[in-house]
């Protein structure tokens, strides 16, 4: 609309444009001055609206990508997801797997291997005796064959007991460590003390098996990478937590390398570590610095176990 006016003056003008006009022209003015106005607002016009449809066009486009995008993404983060949860299945059975051949394998060496052993130091030890006056030579002999024999029972022993040590089952996580301690301690020349609860009494198979392998790898890093002199373990319970905590003294983990291993990169001894601490619902912390390395871990003990012991206790 354009308004055709007598009335000049910048007041007429803005009032005319205020009421909605398109334009204000006033007398006098030629056709051809009204015709230019025209056709310039026509084509004004027009601009506006393939603008305002190429907006709209454009937004429709981007509204559809934005859904199919997010589709796609629902889609990858579920597959993803499962993905993950395939390969946390597989670690746990992996695991599993794993402490039931290491069970297996130390009970065979012990028994089978151990029993032949046994039999062959008899044999050994008659070949001996008979041979002590006819064959003084080969009676020597076979004494030192049977020095070896039993040095050689004694590594097997070790071996099948660091699979799988049969006191954990058997009396308890407390003298389990303390026998792989003493071991360590010979081994290493580490200075190691063990710190548990007179009271703490049995917690679940597993779980005693999980802080087993816990504190071995943690002390076999230590006598490995730290260069420490002193190892501390402790154990403790607590409003239905275990919780475990190896110290050294010695020169603790580079920086980066501390960043890695507590994202859980790195090597597979603490990852297996974590994994574990990980299926019994527990946490894992790493702290290290150039005074020495602390590995603190915390487990729920399952809730009826909790309270069963504590009826034993009295509590
Ligand atoms: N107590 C420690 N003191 C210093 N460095 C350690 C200690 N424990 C672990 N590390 C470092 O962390 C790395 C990862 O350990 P781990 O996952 O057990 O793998 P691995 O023992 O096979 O190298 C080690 O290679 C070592 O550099
Ligand atoms: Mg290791």
Known sequence: MILLSARAGEESRVEGLQAGADDYLVKPFTARELLARVG??????????????????????LERAHSELKVKVRDRTSELQRAEE?????????????????RHIARELHDSAGQTLALLGMHLA?????????????SRETKNAAELLQQLK?????????LHPPLLDEIGLSSAVDWYIEGLKERSGLDIRFLIANDFGRVPRNTELVIFRLIQESLTNIHRHSGATKASICVARSNGLVSVEVTDNGKGMPREKLLEVQSGGHGVGLRGMRERVRQFRGEMRIESDSSGTRILVTLPLPKAEEQRTHLHRGE
């Open 86 to 102: 395939d390969l946390r299945a597989l670690s746990a059975r992996l695991l599993q797997t794993q402490d039931e051949e290491r």
């Open 154 to 162: 004694k590594e097997i022993r070790t071996t099948s007991y660091l």
């Open 126 to 138: 008659l070949i001996a005796r008979k041979a002590e006056n006819t064959l003084p030579e080969v």
């Open 40 to 61: 310039a607002h026509l084509t004004m016009a027009r601009i506006r609206r393939d603008a305002a449809e190429r907006e709209r066009e454009l937004r429709r486009a």
